[in-house]
């Protein structure tokens, strides 16, 4: 029966992309890329010549339903994104859902991903966290924040290098003297993770230009709990 497969691609080095991987690329019908020039490069080294169409945020939602129908008509699918695993701060979300929908079954492979080796390389607690991919840019940046100050779990973001400062900086005034940790170029040959309080981490890319892309984590609030006062209704 045809299905929807979700396939992870490696976020830096080649070699973290799974056999399975391969081989399910390899075999599907037709493979969905977020940029079917950046993928092209991957398919290439991999020698996979499977058919390639382009799947990403500005047509998913004119395109998704012709996809459901090819699914449904036999056509096995492979859904693969820039780097890392589909779905996660990209494209995959929409096509899943209407995937099940449909009583088509979906597969997601285990594999490549940024947060997950930031968060355990961080040294911050990891039993309890909360994914929130990259921030608002304008409306509702302020908000999030606010409603994240008296967050207990480590937090984990997505940020691009020329936005890293103004992160950072509002860090800073939401999350004072929070240890965290700044990871960058995850599985790449210039991998490195800046660890430290809010303002040092700041000062460090104050001094040190921000070059590719970053997850940032961030202790939650441990401060102690406030309780809550008890109201005596026969006073």
């Given at each position: 029966m045809s299905k929807l497969y979700l396939v992870p691609t490696p976020?830096?080095?080649?070699?973290d992309m799974t056999p399975r991987g391969i081989e399910i690329l390899r075999d599907a019908d037709l493979i969905l890329a977020e940029d079917t020039r950046t993928s092209s490069h991957l398919l290439k080294s991999l020698d996979i010549s499977t058919p390639?169409?382009?799947?990403?945020?500005?047509?998913?939602?004119k395109t998704v339903e012709g996809f459901i129908d090819r699914i449904k008509a036999g056509t096995t699918i492979a859904l693969i994104t820039d780097a890392g695993t589909p779905g996660i701060s990209d494209p995959g979300f929409l096509i899943t859902r209407e995937a099940i929908a449909e009583g088509i079954k979906v597969e997601c492979l285990p594999g490549a991903t940024a947060f997950v080796p930031a968060l355990v390389a961080s040294g911050l607690p990891c039993e309890r966290f909360t994914f929130e991919g990259f921030l608002p840019v304008k409306k509702g940046r302020?908000?999030?924040?606010?409603?994240?100050?008296?967050?207990?779990?480590?937090?984990?973001?997505?940020e691009s290098p020329h936005k890293l400062?103004?992160?950072?900086?509002d860090f800073s005034r939401?999350?004072?003297?929070r240890n965290?940790?700044?990871?960058?170029?995850?599985?790449?040959m210039y991998e490195e993770h800046i660890r430290g309080t809010v303002e040092e981490v700041l000062e460090h890319f104050r001094s040190h230009?921000?070059?590719?892309?970053?997850?940032?984590?961030?202790?939650?609030?441990?401060?102690?709990?406030?309780?809550?006062?008890?109201?005596?209704?026969d006073e």
């Open positions: 976020v830096g080095n080649m070699k390639m169409m382009s799947y990403h945020m500005f047509n998913e939602h302020a908000t999030r924040l606010e409603e994240l100050k008296d967050e207990r779990r480590t937090m984990i973001f997505y400062l103004r992160t950072l900086e939401v999350f004072p003297a965290m940790c700044a990871s960058r170029e995850i599985s790449k230009a921000p070059r590719g892309e970053f997850v940032l984590v961030v202790a939650g609030d441990q401060s102690p709990k406030k309780e809550k006062k008890r109201i005596n209704k």
